[in-house]
């Protein structure tokens, strides 16, 4: 019975203590907190891929522009 105290009361301990550890701890974190980083990685990852494209876009506006007045100057 006391061994049975002694590993409920070990038990407590531990899971206490992963509870109450940081992201700066050695401990391992649990599913959703790896997830959660994750899922901030790729909407940066999108959000990024969104400006390249838009930039793109203006930049072949800008040749079209340009290539539009070569033309109208030589007429």
Known sequence: MTKMKL????A???G???LA???ASAVPAGPTAVQA???GIT???MMERRMM???MM??????????????????
Do not use: I
Request: no cysteine; net charge positive.
């Open 53 to 55: 494209k838009r930039r």
């Open 43 to 45: 909407q940066v990852g």
């Open 16 to 18: 206490g203590l992963s």
């Open 58 to 75: 203006e930049r072949r506006m800008m040749k079209r522009r340009m290539m539009k007045r070569r033309m109208m100057r030589n007429m």
């Open 7 to 10: 590993a409920l009361a070990a």
């Open 21 to 23: 550890a940081g992201p």
């Open 37 to 39: 980083d994750a899922s």
């Open 12 to 14: 407590a301990l531990v």
